[in-house]
């Protein structure tokens, strides 16, 4: 299996399905470390003129390291990988070697850790970051539901550098 590239505008994609119901892996990373998680929230769209993805990455999460400290990460998308996507979803990096145990294999795309076992592959860059804040929300229930903990998320918009689909 490898990857080819692709135009954005020949993509086929329906974000509700393929990262809320299908879910996706944020993987970031380099040579020497990688780490990854399941996201089932996050978009796709356009911004300040620019093709970007935004994910949202609480702070207690070992990746949230990772992301930080890398200008890029990926965003990989799967096909029949559930139960592994559920365990790296579950499971946190610092305390096993998670992708060794679902037997998923790291491949470098644009120098960007991701998965040979993915379908799709975003390669992105981050272009700005922020907190969620209690006192911006409109509708105060969300918070007192998603954040009893004051674990806010960190907000990302990456651009899309690179779309990568497996060959056929
Ligand atoms: C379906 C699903 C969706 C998830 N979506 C997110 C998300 O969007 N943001 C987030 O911070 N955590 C999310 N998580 C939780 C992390 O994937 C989970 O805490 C993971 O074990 C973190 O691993 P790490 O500590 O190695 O980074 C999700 C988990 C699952 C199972």
Redesign the pocket.
């Known amino acids: 299996m490898s990857f080819q590239k692709i135009n954005i505008q020949d993509l086929q994609m329906n974000a509700w399905n393929d990262i809320g119901k299908h ?1 996706m892996l944020i993987t970031a990373g380099d040579d020497q470390k990688v ?1 990854t ?6 978009g796709v769209g356009v911004l300040w003129g620019q093709d970007v993805v935004h ?4 702070p207690q ?4 390291q990772f992301v930080d400290q890398q200008s890029c990460f990926s965003l990989s998308f799967f096909d029949d990988h559930k139960k592994e ?2 365990v ?7 305390d096993t070697d ?1 992708i060794k145990d679902v037997d998923f294999h790291v491949t470098y795309l644009d120098g960007v850790p991701t998965f040979e076992e993915a379908r799709l592959v975003f390669i992105v860059e981050k272009i700005y970051e922020d907190l969620i804040k209690p006192e911006n929300f409109i509708d105060s229930s969300l918070n007192e539901k998603w954040y009893p903990d004051q674990d806010y ?1 960190t907000v990302y918009i990456a651009k899309i550098k690179g779309v990568y689909v497996q060959k056929a």
Not at 37 to 42: D, F, K, N, P, V
Not at 61 to 64: C, D, L
Not at 88 to 94: C, D, E, I, T
Request: hydrophobic share 35%; glycine share 12%; no cysteine.
């Open positions: 879910w780490n998680m399941t996201a089932s929230w996050g994910a949202y990455i609480r999460r070992y990746t949230k996507l559920s790296l979803g579950s499971v946190s990096g610092r998670k998320h």
